[in-house]
């Protein structure tokens, strides 16, 4: 367990063995396209083509064809609802070029962070030799994109919503339909994985976000979470000085040409334009200002965004790390 406000670590089990990550991975490919938006990179409502190399990955998919024109948008919210493989091959492409260079950009950014035992193959997070992660460093990863990009985090609460005219229902509804105060964040599931999830929830001024690696079933990493949150919203104290990570830097040239939306000249269509500039206004998921991080009741249902952190306060002193077995499960929580 880890304190979200602080990236304290109270428990753990096994939470540094390399293990497969299974989809747990698509929150990296998130985490970059995120950073790719909010720096200007990209714009969301580009379009791109889908390539049949990414209409033909295997496993959970958006049933996207070779040919097919899908904004970047679409792509993000199909990746991170309906884990779908080949909406997160397709973003990868569109950002990197290919998969080849998105993936070194993946590995770059999770050094970054400090997620020293992770090693990353693809974007999608099917089984690849290599392809590992730990529990710490996916709650590392948690916890980096919610401080980094509070103004997408909320999409990671949305048990339901709409891509490329598509409904989609979100993996982690089990636990984000039961748990008082859920709020994201992934599932992963291969057969050589078992069942992940980094799950993240609210109470008061708390927040807690926990792995669970190998689970059995479903229902097993479900239970398993939420006895986690039970113990850690026990444990946490109320207030702690927030103590937010370092966010990471941008890994692209700065004169590398940005893939941008533009109204076709009849203003019906959308088109690609390559430009080189060196920066431009970031294009959201939608935010939601000028409130506490530490109050998420106050959101409507509606809004498109989570808060963006209050201000940095001086730490207080760590707290000492406990120990603990669960259940034979890697596992590591962020509390808040």
């Not at 090693?119 to 709650?139: K, Q």
């Not at 980094?198 to 690696?213: M, N, Q, Y």
Request: glycine fraction near 8%; hydrophobic fraction near 40%.
């Amino acid at each position: 367990m880890m304190d979200m406000r602080t990236g304290q670590v109270y428990l753990n089990e096994d939470a540094d063995k390399q293990l497969h990550p299974a989809s747990l991975t698509k929150m990296m490919t998130l985490y970059i396209a995120f950073q790719a938006a909010a720096s200007g990179e990209i714009d969301l409502d580009a379009q791109t083509t889908v390539s049949s190399t990414a209409a033909s990955v295997p496993g959970s998919s958006l049933n996207l064809s070779a040919g097919e024109r899908i904004s970047l948008r679409d792509l993000v919210t199909a990746t991170a609802i309906k884990s779908a493989n080949d909406a997160a091959t397709a973003l990868a492409e569109a950002i990197g070029g290919d998969t080849k260079r998105f993936v070194a950009r993946m590995n770059a950014t999770a050094a970054r962070i400090g997620m020293t035992r992770t090693h990353f193959r693809n974007a999608h997070g099917l089984t690849a030799e290599g392809h590992l992660s730990t529990a710490r460093d996916m709650s590392l990863l948690g916890r980096q994109l919610f401080f980094d990009h509070p103004e997408f985090f909320d999409l990671f609460s949305k048990v339901h919503a709409s891509s490329a005219g598509r409904k989609i229902a979100h993996t982690n509804r089990r636990f984000l339909g039961a748990y008082s105060g859920a709020d994201g964040i992934k599932t992963g599931y291969t057969r050589a994985a078992g069942y992940n999830l980094t799950a993240s929830a609210h109470r008061g001024k708390k927040r807690l976000i926990v792995t669970v690696f190998g689970a059995s079933s479903s229902a097993d990493r479900t239970a398993r979470v939420a006895a986690l949150m039970n113990k850690g919203f026990r444990q946490a104290p109320e207030l702690v000085k927030w103590i937010p990570p370092a966010p990471t830097r941008q890994t692209r040239p700065k004169s590398k040409p940005l893939l941008v939306s533009a109204p076709a000249p009849d203003q019906s269509t959308v088109r690609l334009s390559l430009i080189n500039v060196s920066s431009r206004a970031a294009s959201g998921l939608g935010s939601v200002h000028g409130q506490r991080r530490d109050s998420p009741d106050s959101i409507s249902g509606d809004a498109r965004g989570l808060l963006r952190p209050r201000a940095r306060q001086t730490p207080t002193p760590p707290l000492k790390p406990r120990a603990a077995k669960l259940g034979g499960v890697a596992l590591a929580a962020i509390l808040r």
